[in-house]
């Protein structure tokens, strides 16, 4: 690979002796890697039904390697929303920002939502995702994502910052900032970075990360915990940034990251002092004294670990009464009255104008409907709002979205056509799987295939071709017919969308843009 020149003398000063094993990285193979969607299966049953072989990323929960030459993009799992492919060190910044469930977290800059998804999977049912994408184009892939990976409780937004943070002063718990940047940390996995690489685009990326950081700091509740990253290398896109905002934000702090539990790999950033010694242009930072432990912050490099270049920071909003910068029991303790008065403000607000409640008849139908087929999914029929005739599950933190562009403001569950109920896609994917029980397979017409039908759940085995046609959208004929009706067809236990049974036949309703090669 042939880097640009002055890239190589960047790095030659930056890593010194350790610049002849980075620059050999470049012509040693990737490795590619998948994060199991705990929202649907634990790591230990993605093992035990995994077609892949894999073998875990040491710092990324439910993160293991796979060889891509198995296609697991194109396998029926995926299409489950069983896993994300990621970018392995992709991983580590979702899971170093310490959000739990009831948490309310801001992805900012979120498309395609490798990160975002994570987050979903962290605050689980409770509490609130915002995943907001300033790009129009990149927006609806994250919201496709987010959608596959069956997360209810996210709003997806396709805002620039500085419009959010005029709306979300000291709103949320968490906020990752994965800024854009010069990508220096994936020539490896996307050549046209090379290509398009220069000092002045590096000098670009460092401003409008100076111009977006303190923003997403406003948008943090004091006590709050922000993660800053980047997928590049230089200085000045990342330990400087990070000097930039301490400088004028005292209330920020940074926390050290802790490098031992399959981080062992990890660099610490570089301090103030080795930084000055390397001949940085420090102009504007003070030295030698006031500078932060910069080296609270890590690098992930490519000749070091098992995946590309990142670079990860972990700040908290400074609260007073917490001393300690760690995860402070106050801090922890005050989360619970702060959730219950969020339930309370939840209550009372309205999140989509125009939206209102469903009528007593509508009610019926849809309460019946998620009887039968989403007994074990716990919706609170109080939280769900119609507008013409499409039917929303709104987060229980409700927000007012006026006046600001959003994809999403809460789960599309389904539309109501001349009184009658027909569930979506989003509904299919947010359902839990089929019970794990036993499974007698009965034989299709041609023996070639399987399936199991209790009337609810339609089962085919993960790799079966009667399944793979139903995902690229056809009509199945099915030898043992069964009660009429809607069914949630399944890749083993996990839903890939509805069909309708009637005479045997199943209509396909897995939309147009869901469906294989579109
Ligand atoms: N977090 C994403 C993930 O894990 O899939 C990747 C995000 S990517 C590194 C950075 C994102 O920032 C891009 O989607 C880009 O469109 C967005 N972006 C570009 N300019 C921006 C700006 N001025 N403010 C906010 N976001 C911006």
Not at 30 to 59: D, G, H, I, M, Y
Not at 210 to 238: H, K, Q, W
Request: proline share 6%; glycine share 10%; aromatic share 10%.
């Amino acid at each position: 690979m042939k880097l640009p020149d002055q890239f190589q003398e960047n790095m030659k000063r930056l890593l010194g002796e350790a610049y002849a094993p980075f620059a050999a990285s470049f012509d040693a193979g990737r490795r590619n890697a998948l994060r199991v969607n705990r929202l649907k299966l634990t790591s230990e049953q993605f093992e035990a039904v995994s077609p892949f072989a894999l073998e875990q990323v040491p710092w990324a929960q439910g993160g293991y390697y796979v060889d891509y030459r198995d296609y697991p993009g194109q396998h029926a799992f995926y299409r489950a929303g069983l896993y994300y492919l990621q970018e392995p060190s992709a991983m580590a910044p979702a899971q170093i920002l310490p959000a739990a469930p009831g948490d309310r977290v801001l992805d900012l800059c979120a498309a395609p939502g490798g990160k975002a998804t994570e987050l979903g999977v962290r605050i689980g049912g409770e509490g609130l995702l915002v995943a907001n994408e300033i790009s129009s184009s990149r927006v609806r892939a994250l919201k496709r994502n987010l959608e596959l990976f069956g997360i209810r409780n996210a709003i997806v937004t396709n805002e620039p910052p500085h419009r959010l943070q005029e709306r979300f002063l000291s709103f949320f718990d968490q906020v990752l900032v994965d800024a854009p940047c010069s990508g220096e940390g994936m020539f490896r996995k996307n050549p046209e970075a090379v290509a398009t690489w220069s000092l002045e685009k590096v000098k670009e990326c460092a401003a409008v990360q100076r111009e977006i950081l303190p923003l997403a700091a406003d948008m943090l509740r004091p006590g709050g915990y922000l993660v800053y990253s980047t997928c590049t290398f230089e200085p000045e896109e990342n330990e400087l940034a990070i000097w930039h905002l301490l400088l004028r934000r005292p209330d920020m702090e940074l926390v050290r990251i802790d490098c031992t539990q399959g981080r062992e790999s990890f660099a610490r950033a570089y301090s103030a002092g080795e930084l000055a010694e390397k001949g940085y242009d420090l102009q504007g930072y003070p030295l030698p004294s006031g500078s932060p432990d910069l080296t609270c912050a890590v690098r992930i490099w490519p000749h070091r670990s098992g995946g590309e270049g990142h670079f990860i920071a972990l700040l908290h909003r400074k609260e007073t009464g917490i001393a300690d910068c760690g995860l402070a029991q106050a801090d922890r303790g005050k989360k619970k009255e702060i959730r219950k008065g969020r339930k309370e403000q939840g209550k009372r607000a309205s999140a989509v104008s125009g939206s209102g409640s469903l009528s007593k008849t509508e009610l019926q139908i849809f309460s019946q409907f998620m009887a039968e087929y989403a007994p074990d999914l716990s919706i609170d029929l109080r939280r769900c709002e119609i507008r013409d005739a499409h039917v929303y599950l709104m987060p229980e933190d409700k927000l007012n979205l006026s006046g600001l562009q959003f994809l999403r403001a809460g789960l599309f569950l389904g539309t109501f056509k001349k009184n009658r109920f027909e569930p979506s896609q989003e509904l299919a994917m947010a359902l839990p799987p089929a019970p794990d029980k036993e499974r007698t397979p009965q034989t299709v017409p041609d023996g070639a295939d399987a399936y199991e039908d209790d009337g609810r759940y339609l089962r085919f085995p993960a790799d079966s071709d009667l399944l793979n046609a139903f995902l690229r959208g056809e009509t199945l004929r099915l030898k043992e017919g069964g009660r009429n009706g809607w069914r949630l067809v399944c890749a083993s236990r996990w839903p890939v969308g509805w069909g309708k049974l009637a005479a045997g036949v199943l209509k396909n309703h897995i939309p147009a843009g869901w469906r294989s090669g579109t």
